[in-house]
């Protein structure tokens, strides 16, 4: 079972709280410049403002190095709000790290799942962080009532495209995290790698 699928055991629907689950076109106010043309329309539920703020995206490798977890943390815990918006799948061990620790200080975040989110069911931090206008959910898997391999692979290519810059946490050597990152560095976005795996084609900023 995935990390998002126990979690959604014994959590809140999604029409139970203040924020219903709706859907935002492309050509919409506060569609992800970054999404037109690649994909037709998002899931949002939450606030909708946050998708008019620029974007950092956070990315790891599901396996990671306890150099890599330590220094994870260090950076999750000592990021100050700067008006940008973080934005991930937080479903890795790492990313979710990152999810823990923001939304313990109020963080504002985006969930990009890997699955329609109509009929998710909330662990209760994220049910408090959506009605304090913390934390949106958006998806671009509308029809999908499961996340897959093929679901998460997609979610994190459009995540690279949507992202005005970008964190990766670990990159594994040769791994689809280091793939991504290397593309969106060469699209001339700025990428801070916290704990690349090997010499990184990217500059290790942080």
Known sequence: MTYLAAHFRGGVTAGGGPAQTGRLAAGDPGFPPGLVGLCPALQVRGDRNLLGRPTLGVLGS????????????????????????????????LERECLDSFLQRRVPAIVFVARAIADYRLPQPWVAAVENGDLLLASTSLGERRISAATSALRNRLLVQWADELVVLYAAAGSRTQSLADGFAASGRPVHWLCPSQPARGKASR
């Open 62 to 93: 599901v396996k990671a190095s306890g150099t890599a977890i330590l220094k994870t943390l260090d950076w999750a815990r000592s990021y100050q709000p700067d008006g940008r918006v973080l934005l991930s799948g937080f479903h890795s061990p």
